[in-house]
């Protein structure tokens, strides 16, 4: 067998030899001379011995270039088994867990010495795969012979556990394409610590492919308790105060120090209280911070199972957005309430400017972020469609509706009605649906607590959500995202005889919302966990590259070119360089692998018990036993002879003189 057989095409060059070899042919012919007595005399080899010598180097040249040609085309010699030998032929998956809690301290460890002992007792001729799986399942060595297995021990001494999650679901699906047209009964030796948390939902799911032999080999350790960074935010109650959430298993047991560092430089630490309980959340007061993103990583000290999560990472985003308010008159209550709620926002800073709707035609609306009218029906025509048009373009815009309610709605479009109200306070209508999965309306407080005097009733278009909807029927609140934008409708008015939202506290905490929605504050992505897929859409043209925490290139997954995609592998902050500045990308470990509880008993016994023995057998014949690679011999065999060549072509070429007496 050859590895490489279009070299033998380089015995070809064998004819190169025997042309030079040509010219040393003795010749007869006689040719007239002046004189030789200035002519040194020389022996003429004509002797069968010179003949001998001559064919000597000749073969050496022959056979030194036919080695080495047969060297580069890797020849192999079929091993033979014992007589009368005979074994069963299996390809084994030898599959690492690679995910992060792999790392605890032994673990990993005993995870190497496992799999060189499911080598060790492999037979010459099975042959064996490995791979490493966390959230994707990766080949580290191709199927080779066991007897071969030197490169795979290399690679296993190599690797090192990751960052990211293991599910075990995933595992089992992606295990047959690892055997795919293998053509011989297979062995899948799974070497983890059977985390709980990697367990998938339904049983089923841990169905290993048909015909495939599973062996769960623990390496696992009993759990012990185990501490993480759950999360790092700005407060949204305390001005420049960020908040720092620890999750896992507590309390604690012993105390831990807790650090928070900002732009690399350190702005704090603390000592935890060993016998708090969860939600346990540290506040660290910054002081003033800049305009624009901020790095934000707290760290803990080590002093648990797991050291690998003992990190959390955030961008904290300190930014101003400036907020239009639009209103009939610029002392009346619709503004001097909006004006007052933006202002006192502690978790977004806005920059309020108030017009009235004369003052609104000769405003570039591209200057704001959000653009508030209160009494939406007050705008002419001309000043809607610049609205819907800034809208469409990305800009967030908040409506409300009072006296001067037209038709038409504007920006929103749909149908309104004469104004529907109540005379007594007792009448006043409550809210009776709430969609508190919406971000503007996540705020805690009693929504039905609130009462509503007046307001007009809308028939809705088409694309159009109803975020709060009043007992009768009629929407309160209404969302739409025209273009690239975003809209949100109060069918009341912001004033005293309308409703009593503007008397409640939750209104600051629904308009800080709706303004950070409205801004796309909260909107956009800005972090994303180790091993899931981040995708953010990138104007047309714009190369971006994006370089890990450790400093080198991340490699990108395949997209269009308007969207940038990207599976992290390291904890900590990407970074996005392109168009000329640089963005940041949080990344965090997935909270899920920081859970060391181990798999039930039970569920380990039902797992094995679902895959299905391997009862094809192969005999193993000579040509099915393995190949020795010869090419290293026939190498050495060849340095040999270029040795002697030289010397002998020295003696055979060498001219020799005659010595006076």
């Known amino acids: 067998m050859w590895l490489a057989p279009l070299f ?43 003949q001998l010598r001559y064919w000597l180097l000749l073969a050496l040249r022959l056979a030194l270039l036919i080695l080495l040609v047969l060297a580069l085309a890797g020849p192999q010699w079929p091993r033979k088994p014992t007589a009368g030998a005979q074994t069963d032929a299996r ?43 966390d959230h994707q399942v990766r080949v580290l060595q ?43 009964p297979v062995v899948l030796h799974v ?35 185990n501490q993480y960074i759950d999360a790092v935010q700005l407060s949204a109650t305390v001005a420049n105060t960020v908040d720092v959430t620890i999750g896992g298993d507590l309390p604690l047991g012993k105390p831990r120090e807790l ?28 002081g003033e911070l800049g305009e624009g993103e901020h790095r934000a990583t707290a760290v803990l000290a080590s002093g648990d199972a797991l050291a690998g999560d003992d990190a959390g990472h955030q961008l904290l985003r300190r930014v101003e957005p400036r907020v239009l308010v639009v209103a009939a008159s610029t002392s009346g209550d619709d503004a001097a309430y909006l004006r007052a709620a933006l202002a006192a926002l502690e978790g977004l800073r806005l920059r309020v400017e108030v017009i009235d709707t004369a003052t609104f035609k000769r405003r570039n609306l591209n200057d704001y972020a959000v653009v508030a009218v209160a ?49 007594a306070q007792s009448q006043a209508a409550r809210i009776a649906q709430v969609d508190d999965s919406h971000p503007a309306l996540r705020q805690a407080g009693d929504w039905r607590a609130l009462r509503f005097f007046r307001h007009v009733p809308v028939q809705i278009a088409e694309g159009t959500q109803v975020l709060l909807r009043l007992e009768g029927g009629d929407p309160l609140l209404l969302q739409q995202q025209p273009g690239r934008g975003r809209v949100l409708l109060l069918t009341s008015a912001l004033d005293r005889d309308w409703n009593d939202l503007a008397l409640h506290p939750q209104f600051v905490g629904f308009l800080a919302e709706a303004a950070a929605w409205l801004a796309g504050e909260r909107g956009r992505v ?59 990308l949080a990344v965090h470990t997935d909270p899920r692998e920081s859970q060391l509880q181990r798999m039930e008993s039970q569920r380990i016994d039902e797992w094995q018990q679902m895959a299905t023995p391997a009862v094809q057998t ?44």
């Open 142 to 184: 191709p199927a080779v012979f066991a007897s071969d297995a030197g490169p795979l021990r290399a690679s296993l001494r190599d690797q090192m556990p990751g960052q990211s999650r293991l599910d075990y679901g995933n595992l089992m699906g992606a295990a047959a394409s690892l055997s795919e047209g293998s053509g011989q």
């Open 259 to 286: 650090r928070l560092l900002v732009d690399g430089v350190e702005r704090g630490r603390k000592l935890l209280e060993a016998a708090r309980v969860a939600p346990y959340v540290e506040h660290f007061a910054l």
């Open 91 to 133: 390809l084994h998956l030898l599959v690492l867990d690679t995910s992060l809690s792999m790392q605890r301290e032994g673990v990993w460890a005993k995870a190497q010495q496992q799999a060189s002992a499911v080598l060790d007792g492999l037979h010459s001729g099975d042959r064996v795969l490995l791979a490493a799986a």
């Open 618 to 661: 192969v005999a193993v014949t000579a040509t099915q036993v393995g190949w020795i690679p010869v090419w290293f011999w026939l190498l050495l065999l060849a340095a040999v002879l270029a040795f002697i060549e030289p010397l002998v072509a020295n003696s055979h070429l060498s001219v020799k003189r005659e010595h006076s007496a």
């Open 8 to 50: 033998l095409l380089g015995l070809l060059g064998i004819g190169l030899p025997l042309w030079l070899h040509r010219f040393a042919r003795r010749t007869d012919e006689r040719r007239p001379f002046a004189s030789l007595m200035l002519i040194e005399a020389g022996e003429v080899r004509r002797s069968r011995r010179q």
């Open 191 to 225: 070497i983890t610590d059977l985390q709980a948390s990697g367990s998938p939902l339904h049983l089923a799911d841990l169905q290993p492919p048909k015909g495939m032999t599973l062996d769960l080999i623990d390496v696992g350790r009993e759990a012990a308790a």
């Open 526 to 584: 800005e972090s994303a966990t180790v091993g899931s897929v981040f995708t953010r859409s990138l104007n047309a043209g714009a190369g971006v590259q994006v370089f890990a925490p450790d400093g080198r290139r991340a490699a990108l997954l395949d997209s269009g070119g308007d969207e940038l995609r990207l599976a992290p592998t390291q904890a900590g902050f990407y970074e996005l360089r392109g168009g000329g500045r640089s963005q940041w």
């Open 375 to 423: 009494d939406a029906g007050q705008l002419d025509a001309a000043q809607a469609r610049s609205l819907q048009d800034y809208a469409v373009a990305g800009g967030g815009v908040l409506l409300t509706l009072g006296p001067h309610t037209v038709a038409t709605l504007p920006v929103m479009g749909g149908r309104a009605a004469a104004v529907s109200g109540v005379t």
